[in-house]
């Protein structure tokens, strides 16, 4: 198959071509197989539909290895409120952070099953400039000197 310009299309690339005309401009970030952002000057240098796009990889990659590693208490997307230089960009924060209607156990045997009734000052302005919380990943007993109970990478 023949694509405008002369270029051959395999089907694979024909049937995703199509789907993201649909879908409204993915292709270029899709096809390239951008790597997910590592770094904050480059998920703030990323352009919005980018940001969607490796927001949906950052969630599979956490599905796909969290269960070996155990780093998330609770993975619950939150939708952004605000618009902001921070929009689309995904972050985790430590069980030790006040999130309304997330664990909340401090990393603690004693809070175990504590759900949140606030959100802490970091959370209500993270959302306001348009960051999308991810959820809760593990810390120590309060955030105190023992490791969390995940492997460390070495």
Known sequence: M????????D???FLFEGFATAVGGATIYAR??????????????A??????LT???????????????HAWVQVSPRKHA?????????YGVKDIVETKGLATEYG???????????????IREMSEQGAILLGKTQTTAFAYATPAPYPQPT
Do not use: F, H, V
């Open 2 to 9: 023949t694509y405008q310009g002369g270029s051959r299309l």
């Open 11 to 13: 089907r694979r690339a």
């Open 108 to 122: 603690s045997p004693i809070y175990k099953g504590r759900i949140g009734t606030s959100d802490a000052e970091i």
């Open 47 to 52: 352009p919005t539909q980018m940001r969607k």
């Open 55 to 69: 927001l949906r990889r950052c969630l599979n990659r956490i599905q796909e290895r969290d269960p070996s590693i």
């Open 32 to 45: 390239q197989q951008t790597p997910i952002p590592e770094t904050l000057t480059q998920w703030l240098d």
């Open 82 to 90: 605000g618009q902001g230089p921070l929009s689309g960009i995904p």
